[in-house]
């Protein structure tokens, strides 16, 4: 898959995630951009479900910088809170792939605050920086988004 072809697909899933929408893409066109849309949105509630099995109360102590952070500093906050998160389950289970960390809080603090910071505006455009930036490589080297998402169980 190429760089920018990932990037698409990467900014497609973070907008459905963002979205929560199922009828956000158009279906009735060719089977092609059908199935893309549906490969989309079956990532997108994939990460969804990892994002949901953690618990608030795991996050909340990391929002506070990310809350106060500016349009500006959203970006710097949420990698901060993302690199925190992953440390700490790092901490707990070092067996598992860090980079498998690194994907679980991004999408558990991007859900976060997509629930419950929506005055936060920049969310979207930080969760998909972070994994172009960091993770981009991996989702790559396991096959795609689609194997690296269902290798998160």
């Known amino acids: 898959m190429a760089p920018e072809d990932f990037k698409s697909q990467t900014m497609a899933i973070i907008s459905c995630l963002f979205q929560n929408e199922r009828d956000m893409f158009e279906t009735d066109g060719p089977g092609s951009l059908e199935d893309e849309n549906a490969d989309v949105m079956k990532i997108a509630d994939k990460l969804r479900q990892l994002g949901d099995l953690y618990d608030e109360t795991v996050i909340q102590p990391l929002m506070k ?35 498998k960390h690194l994907l679980k809080a991004t999408i558990t603090l991007a859900i976060y605050m997509k629930k419950n910071c929506p005055d936060v505006t920049g969310v979207q455009d930080a969760v998909t920086s972070f994994i172009n930036n960091r993770l981009a490589s991996w989702i790559i080297q396991q096959g795609g988004w689609e194997k690296a998402s269902l290798s998160c169980d």
């Open 65 to 99: 910088d990310v809350r106060a952070a500016s349009k500006q500093q959203v970006e710097t906050a949420f990698t901060n809170g993302v690199e925190s998160l992953s440390k700490m389950w790092v901490a707990e289970r070092a067996e598992v792939v860090p980079e």
